[in-house]
């Protein structure tokens, strides 16, 4: 599961056991108990099960033991969809672009500053390669 939502329960504290491994079978924690009741989670105080992943490159500093010193994980809980638009847009001083010419510039007098101030400015884009770069025959 990447997620599970289930009612809280003193005795549910873990959603695995180091002895799993021994007795597949029978586990000594079995998740799949914690979701198979069908509880009903209607105000009641809920925990998020979620499963996270890890990305491990492999260093020399590895040997004899992989350190976790800076490893870590994390869950971002933020809606997705929860809006059919950005709500800023109704802020003041939004400014509000839709699909057209770029060379137009239309007002949209609730979202937007005068039409002479609403289009950015912007510099012609220029590359010049990997000026000031130290090249690998420099090295020497």
């Known amino acids: 599961y990447k997620v599970a939502i289930t009612k809280h329960k003193d005795s549910e504290q873990t959603c695995s056991s180091l002895y799993n491994q021994n007795d597949m079978w029978s586990p000594a924690v079995d998740f799949s108990k914690y979701i198979e009741d069908n509880e009903s989670i209607e105000n009641e105080d809920l925990v998020a099960w979620v499963t996270t992943g890890f990305l491990h490159i492999p260093h020399a500093e590895d040997i004899p033991n992989t350190v976790t010193v800076g490893n870590g994980g994390g869950v971002l809980l933020r809606p997705h969809n929860y809006f059919n638009e ?55």
């Open 86 to 140: 950005d709500p800023s847009i109704h802020s003041a001083d939004a400014v509000y672009f839709s699909p057209g010419d770029e060379e137009s510039c239309e007002n949209n007098r609730m979202a937007c500053y005068a039409e002479e101030i609403c289009r950015p400015t912007l510099e012609p884009f220029t590359y010049h390669g990997f000026e000031g770069v130290m090249k690998f025959e420099d090295w020497e």
